[in-house]
């Protein structure tokens, strides 16, 4: 079933990619990363194909990318920095299973923030769970939001250029991509978990040369 979910919502994003190319890329990642649920696997991975076919530039698609990106993790950040933690924590608890959102997913968030810092409004843009929550402890804990642009669009950046690659030496088989977008995701998710594992070895080993 999700597959089926998924194949379909890959047809969608070449449709609203041919049809409104660079605006369609922005409109689509601004709505994932906001509380919206939906995945950036579906949205980048084809236009990249869409790259690859010619009809669209990888720096274009990067560029709109990040910025849809920045765009739904500020609204997140400016609505936590306002309403504070009680709030949004009643508000998901109230609507929260419309968009599969729920107070423990938010909790792990906020954790992940307190433990690592302000690192994980980039860190965080890897990790599937995380990216769309990351922005809520970031808005409660009153990070500059200068620094907060900087990180996002730096994470954003990394998870869109994998993601655009991805599509762009696939290429226009897209008959392809629509078959095993689940598989290509797990691929993805898999590399990001790679990425997190060497960041946290690396922060560990700078910690313990610390306290020599």
Same mark, same amino acid.
């Given at each position: 079933?999700?597959?089926?979910?998924?194949?379909?919502?890959?047809?969608?994003?070449?449709?609203?990619?041919?049809?409104?190319?660079?605006?369609?890329?922005?409109?689509?990642?601004?709505?994932?990363?906001?509380?919206?649920?939906?995945?950036?696997?579906?949205?980048?991975?084809?236009?990249?194909?869409?790259?690859?076919?010619?009809?669209?530039?990888? /720096? $274009?698609?990067?560029?709109? &990318? !990040?910025?849809?990106?920045? #765009? +739904?993790?500020? *609204?997140?950040?400016? %609505?936590?920095?306002?309403?504070?933690?009680?709030?949004?924590?009643?508000?998901?608890?109230?609507?929260?299973?419309?968009?599969?959102?729920?107070?423990?997913?938010?909790?792990?968030?906020?954790?992940?923030?307190?433990?690592?810092?302000?690192?994980?409004?980039?860190?965080?843009?890897?990790?599937?769970?995380?990216?769309?929550?990351?922005?809520?402890?970031?808005?409660?804990?009153?990070?500059?939001?200068?620094?907060?642009?900087?990180?996002?669009? /730096? $994470?954003?950046?990394?998870? &869109? !250029?994998?993601?655009?690659? #991805? +599509?762009?030496? *696939?290429?226009?088989? %897209?008959?392809?991509?629509?078959?095993?977008?689940?598989?290509?995701?797990?691929?993805?998710?898999?590399?990001?978990?790679?990425?997190?594992?060497?960041?946290?070895?690396?922060?560990?080993?700078?910690?313990?040369?610390?306290?020599?």
């Amino acid at each position: 079933m999700i597959s089926e979910i998924l194949n379909q919502l890959v047809t969608f994003i070449l449709e609203t990619a041919n049809a409104l190319g660079y605006l369609g890329v922005f409109l689509l990642m601004t709505i994932e990363s906001s509380f919206i649920p939906f995945p950036s696997e579906a949205i980048l991975i084809p236009a990249g194909a869409v790259v690859a076919q010619g009809n669209m530039s990888f /720096l $274009g698609v990067l560029a709109v &990318s !990040i910025l849809g990106s920045i #765009l +739904g993790a500020t *609204i997140n950040y400016t %609505l936590a920095l306002y309403l504070g933690r009680s709030t949004i924590n009643l508000l998901i608890k109230k609507y929260g299973k419309i968009l599969f959102l729920n107070t423990e997913k938010l909790a792990y968030s906020d954790r992940f923030f307190t433990k690592h810092g302000k690192i994980t409004t980039l860190v965080g843009r890897l990790i599937p769970i995380v990216r769309q929550l990351i922005s809520l402890p970031a808005g409660f804990s009153k990070m500059p939001l200068a620094g907060f642009i900087i990180f996002t669009a /730096l $994470g954003s950046g990394i998870w &869109s !250029i994998i993601l655009i690659s #991805l +599509g762009y030496f *696939i290429g226009d088989n %897209l008959e392809m991509i629509r078959q095993n977008i689940t598989l290509i995701t797990a691929i993805v998710v898999m590399m990001c978990l790679v990425t997190i594992l060497i960041y946290v070895y690396l922060t560990l080993k700078r910690k313990s040369k610390t306290k020599f």
